[in-house]
């Protein structure tokens, strides 16, 4: 009788790539679930659900995803501070406006898992609101 052994990844065999995505008229939450897809390293066959086997992923043009002008004006982003009067809300068009790259990384997120090893995942990803980037190093490929 033979027993099917089943792989699993260990954290010296995990090699990572960098990929670069531009956002330019991109629909914003098909765009995250992408890069969430990558993070996570589910585009690999050595994916292991408990190890942060994704690749880097670098997200340029953030200003100029796209985005319905109704959604623009009716998502809205909430905190609350803890004291009083500590309420705070934001729609996504005013976001859009002073930090694009904060509406691209907080859609990704909502996509990675909540724990620790979602917030390992979410530190690969880098992003600019203009085309340049400082990563030329690392020679990133575009993202399929």
């Known amino acids: 009788m033979k027993t099917a052994k089943t792989y699993t990844l260990r954290e010296s065999e995990i090699e990572r790539r960098w990929y ?3 956002a330019t008229d991109e629909t914003l939450g098909r765009l ?14 050595t994916f292991t659900p408990h190890l942060d086997s994704g690749d880097h992923v670098i997200v340029l043009n953030a ?5 319905s002008r109704d959604k623009r004006e009716s998502k809205l982003y909430i905190r609350h501070s803890g004291y ?5 809300q934001e729609t996504l068009g005013h976001l859009l406006e002073r930090r694009p790259e904060e509406v691209i990384r907080r859609a990704v997120k909502g996509m990675l898992q909540h724990n620790r090893l979602g917030t390992q995942q979410l530190r690969k990803l880098k992003i600019y609101p203009g085309p340049d980037h400082p ?3 690392q020679r990133p490929e575009p993202l399929a």
């Open 135 to 137: 990563h030329q190093a």
């Open 32 to 45: 995250a679930s992408r890069i969430a897809r990558v993070l996570e390293g589910k585009h690999k066959p």
């Open 20 to 22: 670069v995505v531009d």
């Open 84 to 88: 009083p009067q500590g309420f705070k």
């Open 63 to 67: 200003a100029r995803v796209a985005v």
